[in-house]
């Protein structure tokens, strides 16, 4: 019982995040607006079918909605400014994903400024996820001898557990938020 009543909660959180209603959700999903709140209660009756449709509808995995544990990110993901979409996709989470998992986590902020005349700081690794935003400038996110460079408004999120590092790219310095979720 306690699986199920968690099982709802994920699907409610999920929902909320990603801005719908429930009235919206089930509309959507060609589901009595009784029938699914019924289902985010204690999703005692809710079909896999529903469940799934859920999933692909947010872009989160089934399994992960399932269980609750969470896929770890393998690569990054890229979003460039003013497209509102993912640019040099490679497996990983999806946008709606970033604010569905950092709900979950401790985030570190920091506001990072890079002067062009620093020296390429050591590439390190560390746990958890970490996203990073141009707000100024344009930065060089380093992965191994992979170069990503990310302009104003533009942001990235990835695993570092790979060794990554950042430095300024251009002659002006580059300034960015950077979020380290544990």
Known sequence: MD????????IREL??????????????L???????????????????????SISKKFNVDFSEIMT????????????????????????GYTFQNL?????????????????????PAALVQHDGEEFNLVLKGSLIVVFGDQEIVLNEGDSIYFNPTYPHGQRCNGDVPATFLTMIAE
Request: proline content about 4%; glycine content about 6%.
């Open 30 to 52: 060609h589901i009595d607006v009784d029938t699914y709140r019924g289902y985010e209660e204690s999703a005692a009756d809710i079909p896999i079918s529903v469940i799934y």
């Open 68 to 91: 609750g544990v969470s896929g770890k990110l393998r690569t990054y993901q890229v979003v460039r400014a003013g497209q509102g979409q993912l640019a040099d996709r490679y497996p």
């Open 15 to 28: 929902r909320e995040v990603c801005g719908y209603t429930q009235e919206e959700l089930a509309k959507e």
């Open 99 to 119: 604010a569905y998992h950092f709900t979950k986590k401790i985030m570190q902020p920091f506001l990072v400024t890079i002067d062009p005349s620093d020296k």
């Open 3 to 10: 699986e199920l009543k968690e099982l709802a909660a994920r």
